[in-house]
């Protein structure tokens, strides 16, 4: 079973730069595909980022691409979403996601565990 456990949300105004990291233990960080996602109120969860196992294949949302970094320490077992230039419509709940499989998904139901989510709030 693995454990993630995610940080660095908070209040910034629009055009701030807030960095979050997702925390893993209980199973083989190295071998996991990591992503994360959001969920605004009222809204679907939706993907934002995504890291292979290696960090050599990453993958972004349109709306977060040029503006957010994903990248992962696999001797730390810690994946973090550096987001800069953001933006109101960035203000959702911050998931990081962990897939046991060999492939890069996008979806929501790619991944087999979950964090809490971290609340990111972007002020205009």
């Known amino acids: 079973q693995v454990q993630l456990v995610e940080s660095g949300g908070g209040l910034v105004q629009a055009g701030g730069s807030l960095r979050l990291s997702c925390a893993a233990s209980g199973g083989t960080f190295s071998s996991y595909v990591m992503g994360w996602f959001r969920q605004a109120p009222g809204k679907e969860r939706e993907f934002v980022a995504t890291i292979s196992w290696s960090g050599g294949t990453t993958y972004y949302a349109d709306s977060v691409k040029g503006r957010f970094t994903i990248a992962r320490d696999n001797a730390k077992n810690t994946v973090n979403l550096q987001m800069n230039s953001l933006k109101p419509e960035d203000t959702a709940v911050y998931y990081c996601?962990?897939?046991?499989?060999?492939?890069?998904?996008?979806?929501?139901?790619?991944?087999?565990?979950w964090g809490q989510g971290t609340q990111v709030t972007v002020s205009s």
């Open positions: 996601a962990a897939d046991q499989s060999d492939h890069i998904g996008l979806e929501r139901d790619d991944y087999d565990y």
